[in-house]
């Protein structure tokens, strides 16, 4: 069935059932009007929470990041203590508008004659220190680490002395000239001004620039459970930094061949273990996934272990490698599962097991006979995220006609939930009978639209590519082209 849950047979224990999640709609920054033109730079490219959940920050195509605050959580009440005094939080998350900053600009590669664009690739927050906030963000050739911190204004607002009423030793004090007083004796006293901080303003600066490593387009960076390191990632390559360190990086895994004519895969993502600062993870380009110790060697060019399921000979096509492509990869929370999303599923990977995924969830099974028509609008090479909720028990992934689709992860459950990136999310699940799209042209409308299983009409030309789930609670954020939309179940 189209958008069901499929689960393997497997030794391991997968969580238990859950009840469904009524999901509803939270807010949306940047929403567009009816008929508004989106500006390609506008577009979000990049969404990460931060370890608390109580931060979003977003990246776009424009080189911008734009940060958000939770404004909802109890500023001095634990949940801990609010369960202690029989009441719950019951409102929904809810963030504001905190500040933004230009992080990338566009440059120019002189040695290759390669323009490099300012788009945001990749997001991903570090630990706070002293009330600062701290950050990598990427594009396609250069890593840089900012720091966001409150910092007040300072305003002379007065002097420290009125003169008008000034006295000196019980008696009238004298004016002189230059708008001192002259006390007694013949000596003026100076009139100081009177410093003070009445307002504050957050300020981004950037602390280090990591450049010059990557001769391919990084596709991941992911920061270390140490605290200290972190891996970057392009088709070929990936590095090893030390945050502190910003001229020197170690190339920890390296799939170049001697004769690239020789090449058969390229690396698609790469992310450490969340608390295991020796593990980490990568995916490629024909559908596997590779754990690796950093304890083993220097260069990490063997695998600890190998995830990957093999299709059936008779099942193959043209198409089989391209769809096999994984474009995200994901630990879950407590680091036992790893989260894949390739073209067409999810699958759901327990560390311990590598004979084949736990589950595997089919996300847009409808387009499978029409992969001819999605490979000559390239289509078929579109990079969808993965996210899991922070308990393990559900996964999210987009789809096109800025969809996004939550899987259950419990055993037996086929429970699946389509939500559009909407004010009304829940519409599509309605199974109405498709009505014609209009469009400028029939060729577009011919390639670009199209009717799903449930009879509802779909889109290529929009897509959710970028999606969070909150580490702590059901909250997902998904970016809609420049629309940043939250839900929460």
Same mark, same amino acid.
């Given at each position: ?17 859950? @009840? @469904? ?55 001095? !009440? ?78 002379? #607002? ?13 008696? @009238?004090?004298?004016?002189? @000239? ?9 000596? *003026? ?84 273990? *969340? ?24 260069? #990490? ?19 089989t490698e391209i ?36 589950a595997t969830f ?9 992969? #001819? ?20 028990l559900r996964v ?12 259950? #992860? ?5 429970? !699946? ?73």
């Open positions: 069935m189209n958008g069901t849950a499929t689960p393997e047979p497997t030794e391991a224990s997968a969580p238990t059932p859950q @009840p @469904p999640l009524d999901w509803r709609f939270s807010q949306v920054f940047g929403e567009r009007g009816a008929g508004e033109d989106v500006q390609d730079v506008d577009i979000i490219s990049a969404i990460e929470f931060n370890k608390t959940g109580h931060h979003l920050a977003t990246g776009d195509r424009g080189g911008r990041v734009v940060l958000f605050e939770r404004t909802d959580a109890k500023d001095h !009440v634990s949940r801990k203590e609010a369960e202690k005094a029989d009441y719950s939080i019951s409102r929904h998350p809810e963030f504001r508008y905190k500040t933004e900053f230009q992080s990338h600009e566009p440059e120019f590669d002189y040695l290759k004659s390669l323009e490099v664009e300012e788009k945001i690739n990749k997001i991903k927050w570090c630990q706070e220190t002293n009330g600062a906030s701290f950050l990598l963000s990427t594009n396609d050739k250069t890593i840089k680490f900012w720091k966001v911190q409150e910092k007040k204004v300072k305003k002379i #607002c007065e002097m420290n002395m009125n003169t008008s009423n000034a006295h000196v030793n019980g008696g @009238p004090s004298t004016h002189v @000239p230059n708008g001192g007083i002259l006390k007694s004796g013949g000596l *003026p006293l100076l009139r100081m001004p009177v410093v003070t901080s009445q307002e504050t303003s957050l300020a981004a600066n950037c602390r280090r620039v990591y450049a010059h490593a990557h001769d391919y387009h990084i596709n991941s960076i992911s920061n270390n459970s140490d605290g200290e390191t972190f891996i970057s990632a392009d088709d070929l390559r990936i590095n090893l930094w030390n945050l502190e360190i910003s001229n020197q990086s170690f190339n920890i895994v390296d799939v170049k061949p001697t004769n690239m004519e020789d090449l058969t895969e390229v690396i698609t993502s790469a992310e450490f273990h *969340p608390s295991h600062c020796n593990t980490l993870a990568y995916s490629s380009s024909k559908g596997s996934i590779r754990l690796v110790d950093l304890r083993q060697s220097a260069l #990490c060019d063997t695998h600890s272990k190998l995830f990957e399921q093999h299709e059936s000979a008779g099942s193959r096509s043209f198409f769809i096999a492509s994984i474009s995200d990869i994901k630990f879950s929370m407590d680091g036992r599962h790893i989260l894949s999303r390739d073209y067409m599923t999810l699958k759901l990977w327990d560390v311990n097991m590598d004979s084949g995924p736990v089919q996300v847009h099974e409808y387009l499978r006979p029409k992969l #001819c028509d999605l490979y000559e609008n390239d289509s078929i090479f579109d990079k969808f995220e993965c996210c899991q909720s922070g308990d393990g999210a992934t987009g789809s096109y006609s800025n969809i996004f689709r939550v899987f259950n #992860c419990g055993a037996g459950d086929s429970e !699946v939930t389509t939500l559009e990136a909407t004010r009304n999310p829940t519409r599509r699940q309605a199974q109405n009978p498709a009505r014609p799209v209009r469009s400028m042209t029939r060729n577009v409308r011919r390639e670009n639209t199209g009717i799903d299983a449930n009879g509802n009409s779909y889109d290529l030309s929009t897509k959710l590519l970028h999606l969070a789930w909150h580490p702590a609670e059901n909250l997902i954020a998904c970016a809609a082209a420049n629309s940043l939309y939250m839900y929460y179940g």
